[in-house]
């Protein structure tokens, strides 16, 4: 059975009568488990959908949907499935205590790896998980595989009872499935040898494999570092020579590139970032490739659009891994609008100066960086950093933290959703607005963000 959370006004859904908390139970007397259930089995144009409304009176509906009409229903949250493993590295692990109970649920759901991108290591699939991979042609998946021979692979997850992931993806790939994969390297235990074997492995799947990237593992003051340690600088720039020789195979044998290394394996290695056209569709961005470069292909296409903004000052918030990175990005951002950049690198004062990514920023660090700078017309937040109910990691309301600010603040996935829409700066003193306006402009996700296993 799956519930009703909301159904749009004038919308199918609503003609039938469907409201919140019905209970949905079967399309065509088939059990609806999840919505992936629904949404297979409610697109045919034609069907019986059983239901119980919430005064637990049951309903048959004979439902048409002429021209494929939307139903505009939205249903509660699904369960998630709950991760077998006990990474060294998991960021559940990372967590300090005191922080929203879903920050704690190590999710390893195949459902999600297929709807948003999250990441999933397929280690907890039953037999008729599978089946409905295949039935459904959930794809392309989104897997972890971190090692391709078994023992590293389980070592890395502290899980003795994981399925070889070579014979799984085979499988699966044989029924028509394909995958975005990737490698948390972890130093001592994934990369040099392993690292080779990993890429050759996958890249002699074919071409059901899409691409791997290979992402530097991230730890917080509060991980096991007692067992586990970040790569150093060498073994950034090893990884990525491996990298590119698989890179270079691929682009010989199929025509693009197929292997890429994180923006931040780059960063850690202080090399420079390849260009844009090296990511092809950048279908890894968030996953953190290729995400600098993304951005900067978002402003050049935005160049007509956005506005002139001549004597404007504009703060931009981030983490200190896009610290180096961002003047670039900023410079061309400047140069078309006339405005006036200014980076506000934000230390993260709830994990600890380790973890540098803007998504991850408390709002209580960005409100310290902030506190007294009234000489912004406009600050712009990293988009990423607030979930769906736009709360940042530390529980703070973006509007809570706006209302503390003394200058607007607006949060931004990539500059150019915030500022086509900003005007000129107004002429005269004072005229800049006070704090506490706050607008989320681009809801889902941005380059950079992920979940997952
Ligand atoms: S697979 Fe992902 S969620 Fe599970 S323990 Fe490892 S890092 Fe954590």
Not at 91 to 96: E, H, L, M, Q, S
Not at 185 to 198: I, K, S, W
Not at 258 to 285: K, S
Not at 292 to 307: D, H
Request: hydrophobic share 40%.
């Amino acid at each position: 059975m799956v519930r009703v959370q909301a159904v749009a006004p004038g919308s199918l859904g609503a003609a039938l009568g469907l409201v919140p908390g019905t209970e949905l139970h079967a399309v065509n007397g088939r059990a609806l488990e999840d919505f992936l259930d629904w949404e297979f089995w409610s697109a045919d144009e034609q069907f019986i959908l059983s239901a119980t409304l919430p005064g637990g009176d049951a309903v048959e509906y004979d439902v048409e949907r002429p021209e494929e009409l939307p139903l505009g229903v939205t249903l509660e949250a699904p369960r998630i499935r709950r991760c077998a493993n006990h990474c060294d590295f998991c960021f559940v692990d990372g967590n300090p205590a005191g922080m929203r109970a879903p920050l704690y649920i190590r999710d390893d759901d195949y459902r999600l790896s297929f709807r948003y991108g999250n990441f999933a290591t397929l280690t907890n699939l039953k037999p008729w998980d599978v089946e409905r991979i295949v039935e459904y042609r959930l794809s392309p998946l989104y897997v972890s595989v971190h090692a391709t021979d078994p023992t590293v692979r389980r070592w890395l997850l502290r899980n003795p009872e994981a399925p070889e992931i070579v014979p799984q993806l085979r499988s699966l790939a044989g029924q028509g499935i394909t995958f975005h994969t990737q490698v948390v390297l972890v130093p001592g235990a994934n990369d040099g040898a392993e690292l080779v074997r990993t890429l050759t492995d996958l890249f002699e799947l074919g071409e059901s494999i899409l691409s791997v990237s290979v992402v530097p593992v991230a730890l917080t003051e509060y991980s096991k570092r007692d067992l586990v340690r970040e790569l150093v600088p060498e073994e950034c720039r090893a990884a990525l020579t491996l990298v590119g020789r698989i890179a270079t195979r691929a682009l010989a044998e199929r025509g693009f590139p197929w292997c890429y290394g994180a923006d931040d394996l780059y960063l850690q290695a202080g090399e420079p970032l390849p260009p844009a056209q090296w990511y092809g569709d950048f279908e890894q961005r968030e996953n953190g490739v290729g995400a600098v470069r993304y951005l900067q292909t978002q402003i050049a296409a935005a160049r007509n659009r956005l506005p002139d903004l001549g004597g404007k000052r504009i703060g931009v918030v981030t983490g200190a891994a896009m610290g180096p990175l961002m003047p670039q990005v900023l410079a061309e951002v400047a140069a078309v609008t006339g405005a006036h950049f200014e980076l506000v690198v934000v230390e993260n004062t709830l994990f600890g100066p380790s973890v540098t990514t803007a998504g991850l920023l408390p709002a209580a660090a960005i409100e310290a960086a902030l506190r007294g700078r009234d000489d912004f017309d406009l600050v712009l937040l990293p988009a990423e950093a607030v979930n769906d109910d736009q709360r940042f990691i530390d529980n703070v309301e973006a509007h809570d933290l706006a209302c503390r600010l003394p200058r607007p603040v607006r949060l931004s996935c990539d500059f150019v959703d915030v500022l086509v829409d900003e005007e000129p700066r107004a002429a005269g003193p004072g005229s800049a607005e006070p704090g506490g306006v706050f607008e989320r402009l681009t809801p889902g996700r941005c380059p950079g963000e992920n979940e997952g296993a």
